[in-house]
């Protein structure tokens, strides 16, 4: 194929992609929505006017940071493994690896959709925040690297999922009892530092506290670790999980 007609290919994917999560915002786009709302009021509000501040910020500015990203990845990670095992499971997406479209841009097509919707439901998220508490921007470069990475990686996780999973029950243990737990265990709601020793060693061994810390420090200017040490462990772990992928893609089809 010329590369004309690669981006055509790849175009022509992404459409697809990104017009079914519109399609289906009410089940893909509201229903984060609202449960993170219900954080802001009940953990932010509520409860957090009784906390006091951390590391200078108020509770609920503090857990708004961890609370988007935790978000955004989850919607990016599902989008891309629901899609992809539908796909497979009607057997279409046989029709897309027998086409001359290099595997590498059929992998983009996935994990680009899987990005929009991350993104699509982070900004309303961060709206939605505006109305509970003040947001900061301390460093608008860094939050945006950060939010493209993470959501890009998660969205290849997804597709690795999806390309291993033998029922819709099994694309949903991934994100039900992985990846929410490693969110939470990650700093959302909390400082490493208040925590004792044991616990900030299990905490530093999980990989989503770094995604949280480099996106808190973007809103906030607070750095519980390194920013560069936090994207050098991104960058590798992106670059790692989309090879993989790209390897599983292509044994898909053989």
């Known amino acids: 194929m010329n590369i004309y007609a690669i981006y055509i290919s790849f175009l022509t994917l992404l459409r697809k992609e990104v017009v079914r999560v519109l399609r289906i915002w009410p089940q893909s786009i509201i229903p984060p929505v609202i449960t993170t709302t219900l954080y802001f009021l009940i953990f932010g509000k509520l409860i957090g006017s009784q906390v006091e501040d951390i590391e200078g910020n108020s509770f609920i500015a503090f857990i708004v940071p961890g609370l988007i990203m935790s978000q955004m990845l989850a919607n990016a990670y599902i989008n891309s493994a629901f899609s992809v095992y539908a796909m497979r499971f009607v057997r279409s997406i046989e029709e897309i690896l027998v086409s001359p479209t290099p595997y590498p841009i059929i992998l983009l097509s996935f994990i680009l959709s899987s990005m929009i919707r991350g993104v699509i439901t982070a900004i309303i998220i961060t709206i939605i925040a505006m109305f509970f508490t003040t947001i900061s921007l301390h460093h608008a470069g860094v939050l945006i690297l950060v939010a493209m990475i993470a ?57 989503i506290y770094y995604i949280i810390s480099a996106f ?36 898909t089809q053989n």
Do not use: H, Q, W
Not at 170 to 196: N, R
Not at 220 to 248: D, R
């Open 151 to 207: 959501s890009f990686l998660f969205g290849t996780l997804g597709v690795i999922n999806g390309l291993f999973s033998n029922s819709f029950d099994d694309v949903a243990i991934i994100p039900t009892f992985v990846i929410t737990p490693l969110t939470y265990l990650g700093g959302v709601f909390y400082s490493i530092d208040m925590l004792p020793d044991f616990l900030k060693k299990l905490t530093i061994a999980n990989p």
């Open 216 to 251: 808190r420090y973007g809103f906030l200017g607070y750095e519980s670790v390194s920013v560069v040490a936090c994207l050098a462990v991104l960058i590798v772990m992106t670059i790692a999980s989309f090879m993989f992928a790209l390897k599983c893609l292509s044994r």
